[in-house]
T-cell receptor, first 110, second 113 residues
Framework: QKEVEQNSGPLSVPEGAIASLNCTYSDRGSQSFFWYRQYSGKSPELIMSIYSNGDKEDGRFTAQLNKASQYVSLLIRDSQPSDSATYLCAVNQAGTALIFGKGTTLSVSS | EPEVTQTPSHQVTQMGQEVILRCVPISNHLYFYWYRQILGQKVEFLVSFYNNEISEKSEIFDDQFSVERPDGSNFTLKIRSTKLEDSAMYFC???????????FGSGTRLTVV
Protein backbone atom coordinates (compact mmCIF):
# COMPACT_ATOMS: atom_id res chain seq x y z
CA GLN A 1 0.00 0.00 0.00
CA LYS A 2 1.51 3.31 -1.09
CA GLU A 3 1.28 5.87 1.68
CA VAL A 4 1.92 9.59 1.87
CA GLU A 5 2.11 10.94 5.41
CA GLN A 6 1.68 14.51 6.56
CA ASN A 7 1.22 16.08 9.97
CA SER A 8 -2.38 17.27 9.93
CA GLY A 9 -1.62 20.35 12.02
CA PRO A 10 -2.85 22.96 12.42
CA LEU A 11 0.44 24.73 11.86
CA SER A 12 0.12 28.28 13.12
CA VAL A 13 2.61 30.98 12.10
CA PRO A 14 2.52 34.77 12.38
CA GLU A 15 2.38 36.91 9.25
CA GLY A 16 5.82 37.34 7.72
CA ALA A 17 7.26 34.14 9.21
CA ILE A 18 8.47 31.04 7.39
CA ALA A 19 6.06 28.09 7.32
CA SER A 20 7.62 24.64 6.97
CA LEU A 21 5.48 21.75 5.80
CA ASN A 22 6.71 18.18 5.68
CA CYS A 23 5.76 14.96 3.92
CA THR A 24 7.09 11.41 3.85
CA TYR A 25 6.21 8.71 1.37
CA SER A 26 6.50 4.94 1.43
CA ASP A 27 7.07 4.03 -2.23
CA ARG A 28 10.80 4.18 -3.02
CA GLY A 29 9.95 4.11 -6.73
CA SER A 30 8.20 7.48 -6.54
CA GLN A 31 9.53 9.88 -9.14
CA SER A 32 7.34 12.97 -9.16
CA PHE A 33 6.38 15.09 -6.17
CA PHE A 34 3.82 17.83 -5.95
CA TRP A 35 2.45 20.33 -3.49
CA TYR A 36 -1.15 21.41 -3.84
CA ARG A 37 -3.02 24.08 -1.89
CA GLN A 38 -6.67 23.50 -1.03
CA TYR A 39 -8.91 26.16 0.41
CA SER A 40 -11.94 24.93 2.36
CA GLY A 41 -14.61 23.64 -0.01
CA LYS A 42 -12.45 24.18 -3.09
CA SER A 43 -10.43 21.97 -5.38
CA PRO A 44 -6.67 21.34 -5.06
CA GLU A 45 -4.49 23.90 -6.83
CA LEU A 46 -0.99 22.96 -7.96
CA ILE A 47 1.67 25.24 -6.48
CA MET A 48 4.97 23.32 -6.85
CA SER A 49 6.41 20.27 -8.52
CA ILE A 50 9.84 18.71 -7.93
CA TYR A 51 11.44 15.73 -9.61
CA SER A 52 15.08 15.60 -8.47
CA ASN A 53 16.89 15.82 -5.15
CA GLY A 54 17.57 19.27 -3.81
CA ASP A 55 15.72 22.55 -3.69
CA LYS A 56 13.42 24.21 -6.18
CA GLU A 57 12.35 27.81 -5.65
CA ASP A 58 9.34 29.62 -7.11
CA GLY A 59 8.66 33.04 -5.63
CA ARG A 60 7.95 32.66 -1.91
CA PHE A 61 7.78 28.86 -2.18
CA THR A 62 10.68 26.41 -1.97
CA ALA A 63 10.22 22.68 -2.38
CA GLN A 64 12.89 20.34 -1.05
CA LEU A 65 13.30 16.68 -1.97
CA ASN A 66 15.43 13.99 -0.38
CA LYS A 67 14.75 10.65 -2.07
CA ALA A 68 17.14 8.73 0.18
CA SER A 69 15.08 9.77 3.20
CA GLN A 70 11.79 9.61 1.25
CA TYR A 71 11.04 13.11 2.39
CA VAL A 72 9.70 16.18 0.65
CA SER A 73 9.03 19.57 2.20
CA LEU A 74 7.58 22.94 1.32
CA LEU A 75 8.80 26.23 2.75
CA ILE A 76 6.65 29.33 2.47
CA ARG A 77 8.58 32.54 3.12
CA ASP A 78 6.94 35.80 4.24
CA SER A 79 3.71 33.95 5.04
CA GLN A 80 0.51 35.90 4.39
CA PRO A 81 -2.99 35.39 5.82
CA SER A 82 -4.06 34.43 2.30
CA ASP A 83 -1.70 31.42 2.56
CA SER A 84 -4.02 29.95 5.22
CA ALA A 85 -5.21 26.71 3.63
CA THR A 86 -4.59 22.98 3.65
CA TYR A 87 -1.42 21.93 1.84
CA LEU A 88 -1.50 18.53 0.16
CA CYS A 89 1.57 16.51 -0.71
CA ALA A 90 1.15 14.15 -3.68
CA VAL A 91 3.54 11.65 -5.23
CA ASN A 92 3.59 9.14 -8.06
CA GLN A 93 5.68 6.86 -10.19
CA ALA A 94 5.78 7.39 -13.93
CA GLY A 95 2.50 6.35 -15.49
CA THR A 96 0.62 5.92 -12.24
CA ALA A 97 -1.92 8.10 -10.49
CA LEU A 98 -1.06 10.70 -7.88
CA ILE A 99 -1.43 9.54 -4.30
CA PHE A 100 -2.26 12.30 -1.85
CA GLY A 101 -1.50 12.78 1.82
CA LYS A 102 -4.23 13.98 4.18
CA GLY A 103 -2.79 17.48 4.16
CA THR A 104 -1.45 19.96 6.68
CA THR A 105 -3.64 22.88 7.69
CA LEU A 106 -1.73 26.14 7.82
CA SER A 107 -3.04 29.16 9.69
CA VAL A 108 -1.27 32.50 9.23
CA SER A 109 -2.26 35.14 11.74
CA SER A 110 -2.03 38.86 11.03
CA GLU B 1 -5.86 30.11 -18.34
CA PRO B 2 -7.33 26.76 -19.48
CA GLU B 3 -9.72 25.15 -17.01
CA VAL B 4 -11.21 21.77 -16.25
CA THR B 5 -14.98 22.25 -16.11
CA GLN B 6 -17.27 20.08 -13.99
CA THR B 7 -21.06 19.94 -13.91
CA PRO B 8 -23.16 20.03 -11.89
CA SER B 9 -21.52 21.79 -8.96
CA HIS B 10 -23.90 20.11 -6.52
CA GLN B 11 -26.16 17.12 -6.94
CA VAL B 12 -28.57 15.60 -4.45
CA THR B 13 -29.81 12.10 -5.21
CA GLN B 14 -31.77 9.39 -3.48
CA MET B 15 -30.04 6.21 -2.39
CA GLY B 16 -30.17 3.60 -5.15
CA GLN B 17 -30.41 6.13 -7.97
CA GLU B 18 -27.91 6.47 -10.79
CA VAL B 19 -25.91 9.66 -11.18
CA ILE B 20 -23.64 10.92 -13.94
CA LEU B 21 -20.98 13.47 -13.16
CA ARG B 22 -19.61 15.38 -16.11
CA CYS B 23 -16.23 16.89 -16.85
CA VAL B 24 -14.65 18.74 -19.74
CA PRO B 25 -10.87 18.36 -19.45
CA ILE B 26 -8.37 20.83 -20.89
CA SER B 27 -8.38 20.35 -24.65
CA ASN B 28 -4.76 19.31 -25.26
CA HIS B 29 -4.55 17.08 -22.20
CA LEU B 30 -4.22 13.33 -22.73
CA TYR B 31 -4.73 11.87 -19.26
CA PHE B 32 -7.95 12.12 -17.31
CA TYR B 33 -8.74 11.25 -13.71
CA TRP B 34 -11.52 11.05 -11.18
CA TYR B 35 -10.81 11.56 -7.48
CA ARG B 36 -13.14 11.88 -4.55
CA GLN B 37 -12.86 13.56 -1.18
CA ILE B 38 -15.19 12.62 1.66
CA LEU B 39 -15.69 15.56 4.00
CA GLY B 40 -12.68 15.96 6.28
CA GLN B 41 -10.73 13.18 4.60
CA LYS B 42 -8.00 12.95 2.02
CA VAL B 43 -8.28 13.17 -1.75
CA GLU B 44 -8.64 9.56 -2.96
CA PHE B 45 -7.87 8.24 -6.42
CA LEU B 46 -10.68 6.48 -8.26
CA VAL B 47 -9.66 5.94 -11.88
CA SER B 48 -7.39 7.14 -14.64
CA PHE B 49 -8.21 7.14 -18.35
CA TYR B 50 -5.85 7.34 -21.31
CA ASN B 51 -6.23 6.60 -24.99
CA ASN B 52 -9.93 5.82 -24.55
CA GLU B 53 -9.49 3.19 -21.91
CA ILE B 54 -9.01 2.82 -18.18
CA SER B 55 -5.29 2.77 -17.39
CA GLU B 56 -5.51 2.38 -13.62
CA LYS B 57 -8.21 2.08 -10.98
CA SER B 58 -8.34 1.88 -7.21
CA GLU B 59 -10.11 -0.55 -4.94
CA ILE B 60 -12.85 2.07 -4.49
CA PHE B 61 -13.68 1.90 -8.21
CA ASP B 62 -15.85 -1.21 -8.10
CA ASP B 63 -18.59 -2.42 -10.42
CA GLN B 64 -20.98 0.38 -9.46
CA PHE B 65 -18.65 2.91 -11.09
CA SER B 66 -17.93 3.42 -14.77
CA VAL B 67 -16.26 6.09 -16.87
CA GLU B 68 -16.77 7.12 -20.43
CA ARG B 69 -15.46 9.61 -22.94
CA PRO B 70 -18.53 9.79 -25.17
CA ASP B 71 -17.09 12.42 -27.51
CA GLY B 72 -13.91 14.40 -27.99
CA SER B 73 -14.47 16.71 -25.07
CA ASN B 74 -16.57 15.17 -22.28
CA PHE B 75 -15.42 12.71 -19.61
CA THR B 76 -18.08 11.21 -17.36
CA LEU B 77 -18.26 9.24 -14.14
CA LYS B 78 -21.37 7.14 -13.61
CA ILE B 79 -22.38 5.72 -10.27
CA ARG B 80 -25.03 3.07 -10.90
CA SER B 81 -26.73 2.62 -7.56
CA THR B 82 -25.70 5.29 -5.12
CA LYS B 83 -25.13 4.56 -1.44
CA LEU B 84 -25.03 6.97 1.48
CA GLU B 85 -21.27 6.51 1.70
CA ASP B 86 -20.86 7.79 -1.87
CA SER B 87 -21.58 11.29 -0.55
CA ALA B 88 -18.39 13.23 -1.27
CA MET B 89 -16.82 15.87 -3.45
CA TYR B 90 -15.86 14.36 -6.78
CA PHE B 91 -13.00 15.97 -8.65
CA CYS B 92 -12.09 15.51 -12.27
CA UNK B 93 -8.49 16.21 -13.24
CA UNK B 94 -6.46 16.16 -16.40
CA UNK B 95 -2.85 16.53 -17.42
CA UNK B 96 -1.00 16.98 -20.66
CA UNK B 97 1.50 14.18 -20.16
CA UNK B 98 3.79 12.52 -17.61
CA UNK B 99 5.31 13.77 -15.33
CA UNK B 100 3.42 17.01 -15.08
CA UNK B 101 0.96 17.81 -12.32
CA UNK B 102 -2.78 17.60 -12.71
CA UNK B 103 -5.21 20.44 -13.14
CA PHE B 104 -8.33 19.84 -11.09
CA GLY B 105 -11.86 20.93 -11.83
CA SER B 106 -13.90 22.77 -9.22
CA GLY B 107 -15.66 19.57 -8.20
CA THR B 108 -19.16 18.17 -7.90
CA ARG B 109 -20.54 17.83 -4.41
CA LEU B 110 -22.66 14.66 -4.39
CA THR B 111 -25.10 14.23 -1.55
CA VAL B 112 -26.91 10.88 -1.27
CA VAL B 113 -30.01 10.95 0.93
Amino acid sequence: QKEVEQNSGPLSVPEGAIASLNCTYSDRGSQSFFWYRQYSGKSPELIMSIYSNGDKEDGRFTAQLNKASQYVSLLIRDSQPSDSATYLCAVNQAGTALIFGKGTTLSVSS
Amino acid sequence: EPEVTQTPSHQVTQMGQEVILRCVPISNHLYFYWYRQILGQKVEFLVSFYNNEISEKSEIFDDQFSVERPDGSNFTLKIRSTKLEDSAMYFCASRETDPYGYTFGSGTRLTVV
